[in-house]
């Protein structure tokens, strides 16, 4: 459209309001006991412990920036690997070298980003490397036209062990990793957390990153219960695998008379000085990286063998396609990866990957935004057939994504993960592979806390359908340590099942050590679960887990626990509203956050606003409307 010469306003600062909430039950509104409308973020005066109170935890602090930024912030330079670089969009010639310089001109250069222009772009493992792709910089984006105009397509199916894109720093960024020598705590601290006292301040100062550290000794395993049971599941002699806690964290304020270090974000378990709990620096870390605009798909396996098991036979199809991701991203602070689709090249079974989506490990504060995956080859045993999983991943935000057709479609894994929040995700069709021609079962479903306590984290406003969430007891599945104790605190608030799966009668399943929560379920497929999923089990999980509305989310107030959380810790909210004027009419554009589904709205005398849009996505044009009208964005 054309546009006669326009004058382009920002306003200054917009607020945000929360919509009241509508009840389309014709029920009361209700409330859980457990957030009262004046509830405030729990600290260490109150005296709670993650292992023996119920309580809510605050989970505002998830996502790019904490939730208080929009993604892709502006970048000067732009490396077009296609003009620039010799990238092939006609997807005939293989792209893979031209792509990577690019790639490698943006990190030379401090940043950048990388742009495919529309097109199908061909890309192949090259040899003697585990990946097609690689970032290893700080600021560098690999931004396409959009997921329906802009393909990457592996033509490689030797995949075990392989990542076509892998976004990592040049050290790996494991949060095991020491540069400093740790400093023993001088207090413990049982309950949620911003501050701890320690024994020296040695080499600490202010903006320094820190892990905090709770070693996994055999106190702590018998403090989880899980020491020697029934059902020969004994963590005490896997120490060394199990890590213990970790929390990535920064100073932010440091009281040198009482040695006390205070940081950004609340702890998500309990640190006690008998475990010898420290704190340390960590390895280096990327940030404002970010994956966007584009689908990728993996040219599909023509072999045999497709068995639970054949992931360890040589040969087969699941030996070459075990382990194998489209994207990894893994030591990262501050990242995204936004609007991004897996897509079917010309398969003809329908296959979009081998095995896996998404990888975050060693992740912190990474955005998931719009992504789309689904239709796994492979979904075997061995962690295979998973669309988003997380492996050490902590306060990260997975947003408005679509799972689905896979063994499990959002896995979180190990007890590195926590203070996660995924949230108004649609996971539909657990517990499938496609292998040669057809859909299959497998022998995993639904979408999980997989393994090896991971807590602390929120499910908040999700739909489920032909699938379910899972946080229960494991038991001996899984390679030592066993899966076992899976996750403690954590909260299925406001679910909605549209239909449940045909292995399973609820939506939501909890059977978490100490207290687990599920607040408000909803539609056609509404039950909840929260006996054993292992025979006697429940010694070591016992009491059961707090269910509150169950069938009665529809009229749960607030119907978005992060989103409610993240407007009481950020004091005011604002986004520029930008609005280009012409003869007949207004174009209005703003940036979209995956914290908040934008409403936009209008009046002509600041007190009786109406919608405009609902649930606007960034750009509307609209008539032109009296000079006396007003605008403002507000939170659904």
């Keep these: 459209m054309r546009f006669a010469p326009i004058v382009v306003i920002r306003t200054l600062a917009f607020s945000f309001a929360l919509f009241s909430t509508v009840h389309s039950s014709g029920q009361s509104a209700w409330r ?31 996502g790019y920036r904490m939730g208080q930024a929009s993604l892709s912030p502006e970048v000067e330079s732009l490396f077009d690997a ?29 940043g950048g980003i990388v742009y495919l222009k529309p097109g199908s772009y ?58 400093s020598e740790p400093i023993l705590l001088q207090r413990d601290e049982l309950g949620p957390t911003r501050s701890v006292q320690l024994e020296s301040l040695a080499g600490l100062a202010v903006g320094d990153w820190i ?12 403090d989880l219960k899980m020491g020697a049971g029934t059902d020969g599941v004994d963590w005490t002699d896997t120490l060394d695998s199990l890590r213990g806690l970790l929390y990535l964290r920064r100073i932010e304020t440091i009281d040198v008379a009482n040695r006390i270090v205070s940081f950004d974000i609340p702890t998500r ?67 995204w990866i936004q609007n991004v689709s897996s897509y079917n090249p010309d398969n003809d079974n329908g296959v979009h990957c081998l095995s896996n989506g998404v990888l975050l490990d060693w992740c912190r504060n990474v ?48 007890m ?19 292998a040669d021609t057809q859909r299959g079962m497998t022998a995993g479903r639904g979408s999980d806390h997989h393994g090896v306590f991971s807590h602390s984290n929120l499910f908040d406003s999700n739909r489920l359908e032909r699938s379910y969430f899972e946080a229960a007891y494991r038991g001996d599945w899984g390679s030592r340590p066993e899966h076992g104790m ?6 299925f608030w406001n679910t909605e099942g549209l239909a449940s799966h045909a292995n399973a009668n609820y939506i939501v399943h909890s059977q978490q050590f100490g207290y687990g929560y599920v607040i408000g379920t909803s539609g056609e497929a509404s039950a909840v679960r929260l006996s054993e999923k292992r025979p006697n089990s429940a010694v070591r999980t016992a009491p059961d887990d707090i269910v509150e509305g169950e069938g009665m989310g529809a009229d749960l107030v607030p119907s978005s626990l992060y989103q409610d959380q993240l407007l009481k810790r950020v004091d005011s909210l604002s986004a520029d509203l930008i609005f280009l004027k012409t003869e007949s009419s207004l174009q209005f554009r703003w940036e979209e956050s995956p914290s908040f589904p934008w409403v936009l709205q209008k009046a002509a005398d600041l007190a009786n606003w109406q919608t405009v849009v609902n649930g606007a996505q960034g750009e509307l044009e609209a008539p032109l409307l009296p000079e006396s009208s007003f605008y403002r964005l507000s939170v659904r």
């Excluded at 892990?211 to 018998?222: C, K, M, R, Y």
């Design 32 to 62: 859980s006991s457990l957030y009262p409308a004046d509830w405030v973020p729990p600290t260490r005066e109150d005296g709670l412990s993650f292992a023996d109170d119920a309580f809510l935890q605050d989970f505002s602090y998830a």
């Design 82 to 110: 296609v003009d620039g670089f010799g990238a092939d969009p006609s997807g005939q010639v293989d792209a893979t070298a031209a792509i990577q310089a690019a790639i490698d001109a943006a990190e030379a250069n401090g």
């Design 122 to 179: 061909r890309l192949s493992v090259p040899s003697g490397e585990d990946r097609c792709l690689q970032i290893e910089s700080s600021n560098v984006v690999l931004r396409g036209a959009g997921p329906d105009r802009t393909f990457l397509f592996n033509t490689t199916t030797e995949m075990r062990n392989r990542r076509v894109i892998r976004v990592r720093p040049e050290d790996w960024g494991s949060w095991t990793s020491k540069r």
């Design 211 to 222: 892990v905090l550290h709770n070693p996994a000794t055999e106190q702590f395993v018998q």
């Design 269 to 335: 378990w309990s640190l006690k000085q008998r475990d010898g709990a420290s704190v340390w620096k960590p390895a280096s870390r990327l940030t404002d990286v970010g994956l966007e605009g584009f689908s990728i798909g993996n040219q599909r396996i023509d072999k045999s063998g497709w068995g639970e098991s054949d992931y360890t036979v040589a040969g087969t199809a699941a030996y070459d396609a075990h382990d194998s991701f489209l994207i990894e991203m893994r030591g990262v602070v501050d990242g």
């Design 367 to 414: 955005t998931l935004y719009r992504l789309r995956f689904q239709n796994a080859q492979y979904g075997g045993g061995g962690g295979n057939g998973y669309m988003i999983r997380l492996n050490a991943a902590a306060e990260c935000l997975i947003a408005e994504c679509e799972v689905g057709f896979c063994r499990h479609g959002i896995v979180m894994w190990r």
């Design 416 to 434: 590195q993960n926590s203070g996660n929040v995924v949230t108004r995700c649609y996971d539909h069709d657990s517990g499938i592979q496609l």
């Design 486 to 491: 899976t996750s403690s605190q954590c909260v």
